[in-house]
Each structure stands twice: as structure tokens, then as C-alpha cells.
């Protein structure tokens, strides 16, 4: 299928120079891309919603934690 579509000049420019860096055709490069923008896009994993708080309290009590405690904590999270 052809299909016409409106770059701008310093677009088309560093297309056509990566086309030819590649040694291909500015269509088959411009395919090329097309193609693995869409692959990669499909790929990625799907991210969850989370649901907040992470932290379940009674909302009775204020957490703050020292420094120290974040730092234990990061530590014994990884054995």
C-alpha cells in the first residue's frame, strides 16, 4: 500500500543519513522501524495498578521510620 506522509526537513534528513549509515533503501529503513517500534510495544509487559496505602496500618498510628530502620529493612528484605 502507498500512503503519503508530511516530515519535517531535518526529520527526513537524519532518516535518509541513518537509511544510508545502515547500507538500506530509505523504505526498507523505514519499514525496519516501523515494525520494531510496534514489536517492541507489544513486548513490553503490562503494567499493574497498585493499590494504595502499600503499607496496611489500623490509621491509628503515625509511621515514621529512622534512616537506620529503612536501611535494615532494604538489607534483610534481599537474604
Request: aromatic share 6%; charged share 35%; no cysteine.
Given at each position: 500500500?502507498?500512503?503519503?506522509?508530511?516530515?519535517?526537513?531535518?526529520?527526513?534528513?537524519?532518516?535518509?543519513?541513518?537509511?544510508?549509515?545502515?547500507?538500506?533503501?530509505?523504505?526498507?529503513?523505514?519499514?525496519?522501524?516501523?515494525?520494531?517500534?510496534?514489536?517492541?510495544?507489544?513486548?513490553?509487559?503490562?503494567?499493574?495498578?497498585?493499590?494504595?496505602?502499600?503499607i496496611r496500618g489500623?490509621?491509628?498510628?503515625?509511621?515514621?521510620?529512622?534512616?537506620?530502620?529503612l536501611d535494615a529493612?532494604?538489607?534483610?528484605?534481599r537474604d
Amino acid at each position: 500500500m502507498r500512503t503519503t506522509v508530511d516530515l519535517p526537513d531535518p526529520l527526513f534528513r537524519q532518516i535518509k543519513a541513518e537509511a544510508a549509515l545502515r547500507g538500506m533503501k530509505l523504505r526498507e529503513f523505514i519499514m525496519y522501524s516501523l515494525e520494531r517500534t510496534l514489536t517492541e510495544r507489544s513486548a513490553k509487559p503490562k503494567s499493574h495498578r497498585v493499590t494504595l496505602p502499600l503499607i496496611r496500618g489500623d490509621g491509628k498510628r503515625l509511621i515514621n521510620p529512622t534512616r537506620e530502620q529503612l536501611d535494615a529493612s532494604l538489607w534483610d528484605s534481599r537474604d
